[in-house]
Antibody, heavy 116, light 108 residues
Framework: QVQLVQSGAEVKKPGASVKVSCKAS????????MHWVRQAPGQRLEWMAW????????KYSQKFQARITVTRDTSANTDYMELKNLTSEDTAVYYC?????????WGQGTLVTVSS | EIVLTQSPGTLSVSPGERVSLSCRAS???????LAWYQQKSGQAPRLLIY???KRVTGIADRFSGSGSGTDFTLTIGSLEPEDFAVYFC?????????FGQGTRLEIK
């Protein structure tokens, strides 16, 4: 079955960077794009980025454009999302989600806490 | 970007009742690319409906979606105890993807 397993919780100081991984299994990795979505406390889900399944092309939300990078390691069936220059407002649960029709499979989420 | 507004924010209902949740878009959603998700506390969202009305394989048939353009509805035919959760709509027809703020179903 399709599984997306994300890396563990992180605690970061303001100004630092975080890199979250998302390892996929149970399907042909390069056949599907992956989205990254976050959920801050009390806020709605927020789309951050998308990476194409086969060619690795990316598209980023304008809000995060300047400080987000999404990459793919097809040999490891793993996507990565790096967010730089963290502030307290980046405290959230970060999800990867496979794009099929809608977002049909999600990782378990990675809590990133930004605190001095 | 398309803003999705869900109503009501919270709905207190009893098991066995039928409920309808609304999702209204600030502009027309292309191709009825509208999805509904269920999220339980501490869990990732789960896709229920895509294309406004297509039920995901394995989702109970008490869940149904309808609508087009700017007005969409998720209906749950007869609430089971496991249905008490938060429900989100999401549009994926017009970049960027956007989500509604959610409707919480709570037990009356």
């Amino acid at each position: 079955q399709v599984q997306l397993v994300q890396s563990g919780a992180e605690v970061k100081k303001p100004g630092a960077s975080v890199k979250v991984s998302c390892k996929a299994s149970g399907y042909t990795f390069t056949n599907y794009a992956m989205h990254w979505v976050r959920q801050a406390p009390g806020q709605r889900l927020e789309w951050m980025a998308w990476i194409n399944g086969d060619n690795g092309n990316t598209k980023y939300s304008q809000k995060f454009q300047a400080r987000i990078t999404v990459t793919r390691d097809t040999s490891a069936n793993t996507d990565y999302m790096e967010l730089k220059n963290l502030t307290s407002e980046d405290t959230a649960v970060y999800y990867c989600a496979r794009a099929r029709v809608g977002l049909d499979s999600w990782g378990q989420g990675t809590l990133v806490t930004v605190s001095s | 970007e398309i803003v999705l507004t869900q109503s009501p924010g919270t709905l207190s209902v009893s098991p066995g009742e039928r409920v309808s949740l609304s999702c209204r878009a600030s502009q027309s959603v292309s191709g009825t690319y509208l999805a509904w998700y269920q999220q339980k506390s501490g869990q990732a969202p789960r896709l229920l409906i895509y294309g406004a009305s297509k039920r995901v394989t394995g989702i109970a048939d008490r869940f149904s979606g309808s609508g087009s353009g700017t007005d969409f509805t998720l209906t749950i035919g007869s609430l089971e105890p496991e249905d008490f959760a938060v429900y989100f709509c999401q549009q994926y027809g017009n970049p960027p993807l956007t989500f509604g703020q959610g409707t919480r179903l709570e037990i009356k």
